[in-house]
């Protein structure tokens, strides 16, 4: 069984300032990760995803996560936010066969970015 | 690649009328998933096919809510004796074998908005 736990529903940062959004994970079998965002009334693009290999992993838009098996974290960054990065994030989880393939989300983190 | 296509794209109905909902994956995708999203939360796993074969159900899928893909290419999902709790957004994704292998994503449609009266 999966599940993640994202910590806060909002986060808000001046333009131009970090970006963390925080994601933990539980799996009992070896996780595939990713982090998705969701724009207003649009569908669900996938920013970033950790598979295998490097643990630190580049995605869309200057975003990246760095994978900590020891922590069971995937946090999500971003160095400098812009205006365009005020949307909904989701970290989710999934096993690596078919079986377990079905992605499993949290609850999502609403990012506002003030000018 | 047109993408995973979902019709309708909204649905207003009242209590306890049937509704359907159509998915229609990426055409070389074997695996078919439905998710269901309420406001505020993260999308929610109802159902996954393989093929034409319902591997597996979630408990939110209670008696009321039927899932088919007859010949392993489309898919619908139908809510029976609708309430408004089953008012969200229902999500299908698609996916091939590929996705084991760490070379793909699940690819979303954009979703039908279901909302009961």
């Known amino acids: 069984a999966q599940s993640v736990t994202q910590l806060g529903s909002h986060v808000s940062v001046s333009e131009g300032a970090l970006v963390l959004l925080r994601c933990n994970y539980s799996?009992?079998?070896?996780?595939?990760l990713f982090w998705y965002v969701q724009y207003p009334n649009q569908g669900l693009q996938l920013l970033l995803k950790?598979?295998?290999?490097?643990?630190l992993v580049k995605g869309i838009n200057g975003f990246e996560a760095e994978f900590k098996k020891s922590e069971t974290s995937f946090h999500l960054t971003k160095p400098s936010a812009h205006m365009s990065d005020a949307a909904e994030y989701f970290c989710?989880?999934?096993?690596?066969?078919?079986?377990?393939?079905?992605?499993?989300f949290g609850k999502g983190i609403t990012l506002s970015v003030r000018p | 690649d047109t993408g995973v296509s979902q019709d309708p794209r909204h649905k207003i109905t009242k209590r306890g009328q049937n509704v359907t909902f159509r998915c229609d994956p990426i055409?070389?995708?074997?695996?078919l998933y439905w998710y269901r999203q309420t406001l505020g939360q993260g999308p929610e796993f109802l159902t996954y096919?393989?093929?034409?074969?319902?591997?597996?159900k979630s408990r939110l899928l209670s008696d009321r809510f039927s899932a088919e893909r007859p010949k392993g290419s489309f898919s619908t999902l139908e809510i029976q004796r609708t309430e408004q709790g089953d008012s969200a957004m229902y999500l299908c994704?698609?996916?091939?074998?590929?996705?084991?292998?760490?070379?793909?994503?699940?690819?979303f449609g954009s979703g039908t908005q279901l909302s009961v009266l």
């Open positions: 799996s009992s079998v070896p996780p595939y």
């Open positions: 055409s070389e995708h074997n695996r």
């Open positions: 994704a698609s996916s091939s074998q590929a996705f084991d292998r760490g070379r793909e994503k699940l690819f």
């Open positions: 989710a989880v999934s096993g690596r066969t078919g079986a377990n393939s079905k992605l499993t």
């Open positions: 950790y598979t295998t290999g490097a643990t």
């Open positions: 096919f393989q093929n034409e074969a319902q591997l597996e």
